[in-house]
């Protein structure tokens, strides 16, 4: 489909990038429900690393089936797919050119490991290429004492991706021993974790939905002399896009642990009007029976769309 106005638009704050860049930035943001929009809803299935399969899809048992989320993907006419390497070699070949796919390229088990967040990088720019796919997904931690590491791997993917023509989504999650559980998901801490996976040159960022908390004593001081509105969860989701290049990168928010459909609809409510550019919900959506799983995606999509 040829790009809709607000396509276009969103593809010129990418100027310095490569045509393959902006080609599968386009893939994504005109395919689906909410392709021309501007708008996105991506389907991310990387809990079974994360969380182990038992938490991830004993809900819901087809899920431990990679091709259920494939198929949930396709059939409610989300945006992408994001999944580490295993999910998506399960089914690229099978759904070949039906969904754009984003592969996650680093994850992280509950196993054991090191005393701050750090992933294992698990894949590369080269795999997503192969596996036909419009992006790759990297997680860092911004607050975790292995942080620096963290942006110097990404930086590496990014330059590897952008030489193939492929954009990086970075989920940028605050996480560290210095962190306090509540910090994490603070206004101020989610705001400064988004611009710096625009710094580091992510095309499209996913954080948390941030609360109305400011959490870091010298940011309180800033926030205090030069107040901005948090009130409501519009106001907050305001905020973090405009630490975003002042709205010139696409920022999407993660649905987060299962809660009930209201509250994942009002929530949709309240990033789509602070102008936030979508929603990746996984378990919200897959750990529900598949009838129950499409009608929510579609309210949510209905929502994006002004319908």
Request: glycine share 12%; with cysteine; charged share 20%.
């Amino acid at each position: 489909m040829p790009n809709s106005d607000r396509v276009r638009q969103i593809l010129s704050w990418y100027r310095g990038e490569n045509p393959g860049v902006l080609a599968n930035l386009a893939r994504m943001l005109n395919h689906g429900v909410l392709g021309g929009t501007g708008k996105m809803v991506i389907l991310p299935v990387d809990q079974g690393f994360e969380h182990g399969p038992h938490r991830s899809f004993l809900p819901n048992a087809a899920g431990m089936d990679p091709l259920y989320h494939f198929g949930l993907a396709i059939e409610s006419g989300c945006n992408a797919y994001a999944a580490p390497p295993g999910f998506l070699e399960a089914g690229a070949a099978e759904h070949a050119g039906e969904i754009p796919l984003i592969l996650k390229c680093n994850s992280s088990d509950l196993l054991g490991g090191p005393s701050d967040a750090w992933s294992a990088v698990t894949a590369t720019a080269r795999d997503a290429l192969r596996l036909g796919c419009a992006g790759v997904g990297f997680t860092i931690y911004p607050g975790s004492d292995h942080r620096n590491s963290q942006y110097g791997e990404v930086r590496e993917l990014i330059a590897e991706a952008r030489s193939l023509g492929i954009p990086t989504v970075i989920w940028s999650y605050p996480r560290g021993s210095g962190l306090a559980k509540d910090a994490e998901t603070a206004l101020d801490v989610v705001a400064y974790a988004a611009h710096v996976a625009a710094e580091l040159g992510a095309h499209v960022i996913k954080v948390k939905p941030p609360k109305a908390l400011l959490a870091r004593e010298d940011a309180r001081k800033v926030y205090e002399k030069h107040p901005v509105p948090m009130e409501t969860l519009a106001d907050r989701i305001r905020h973090v896009v405009q630490c975003c290049f002042a709205g010139r990168r696409v920022v999407i928010f993660s649905g987060g642990e299962a809660k009930g459909t209201g509250e994942i609809l009002e929530e949709v409510r309240q990033i789509h009007a602070g102008g936030g550019f979508g929603s990746i919900m996984g378990r919200n959506s897959f750990q529900r029976p598949r009838a129950e799983a499409l009608k929510l995606l579609a309210d949510v999509m209905a929502i994006y769309g002004g319908r």
